[in-house]
C-alpha cells in the first residue's frame, strides 16, 4: 500500500502480514508522522486500524489530532482558519469508520493481541498501533532474561500478522543517546539502539527512525528508512518530509537537493 507520500514510497510501502519497528529520539514526531501515515492509509485504501496510544489519551485528545491530520485545518481557534462544523462532521464519520482506540484494563502484550484479534473479526482491522513499547505492562517469567522476553515478544507480534493479514507498527524508544560536542545535535538512532535488544532490528520486517532538527525548524524531517526485509517493499535510504505544526500533516519536501544516504554506523558516514 501507498504511504501516500510519493517520495516516500519508493523506499517504504505497506505489506499486510508485516510489522515496522518506528523509533527515534522523544520529541522527534515519531507517534505525529505514524499518525499522518495511519490517515493516509484510511482515507486512500480504506483502512481499519485498532490504535494503543496512551501517550495520546485521552481518546478525545488523540481524535483532535487525527481529525486534524485528516481535514488540514486545525481544530482549535487560533491564528489560522479553523474547521467548520460540516468538516467536524465528516472528520468524526471518519474517524468512526476506520479508528478504534484501544485500551484493556491490563495492557499486557497477550491481552493488546487479544483485542486486535476481536477487532479483525468485528471490524476489519487491517491496521495496528502499539505507541509506544514501554506503556505495555511486561511480565518475564522467573529467569527470562529481556532479551529472551523481547524475542519471544516479537514473536508473538509477527505470528499475529501472518495469522490475521494485519500490518502492525511498534514504536520504541532509544537507549539514552549523547550529543555531539561540537553541533550539539544527537546521533540518528538506529535499531540496534532501541533499549533492551538486538532483535528489534533482527526479527522486524521493517525499522524506521524519524529525525527532527530541534534546533532548526525549518529543516525538513528525515525518515529514515534503515531495514526493509522484502525488496519489492522499499529499499533502505532517507526521505525528507516537511511537518506542518499548524495541522500535525506531513507533506512531499518540496526542495529536496541530495540523494537520501543512510549509514548504518550512522556516526558522520556516507
Known sequence: ??????????????????????????????????????????QHHGWNFGVFSPENFPADYHSEKLMEKFI???????????????????AMDFLADHFTFMMPESPSLDALLEQASRLVTRKGIRGL????WNEIEHGRAPGQTETDYISLALS???????????????????????????????????????????????KADNCITVYRHVKDEHKPVEIHIQKIRKKFVGRVGMVELHYDRVTGQYRDYAHFTRPPIYSLQNRGAA
Open 1 to 42: 500500500m501507498s504511504t501516500g507520500w510519493q517520495g516516500m514510497d519508493g523506499y517504504y510501502t505497506v505489506l499486510e502480514g508485516e510489522w515496522t519497528l518506528v523509533t527515534g529520539i522523544p520529541g522527534h514526531g515519531k507517534s505525529e508522522w505514524l499518525d499522518a501515515l495511519a490517515v493516509h492509509i484510511a
Open 72 to 90: 488540514g485545518k486545525p481544530f482549535s481557534a487560533g491564528p489560522s482558519e479553523r474547521m467548520g462544523v460540516a468538516e467536524l462532521d465528516r
Open 129 to 132: 498501533i502499539m505507541d509506544p
Open 156 to 202: 508473538k507480534i509477527r505470528k499475529f500478522c501472518w495469522a490475521h493479514g494485519v500490518h502492525a507498527w511498534v514504536v520504541a524508544h532509544p537507549a539514552k543517546l549523547y550529543k555531539d560536542k561540537e553541533s550539539g545535535d544527537y546521533p540518528i538512532p538506529t535499531p540496534y539502539d532501541v533499549s533492551g535488544s538486538a532483535h528489534w532490528r533482527n
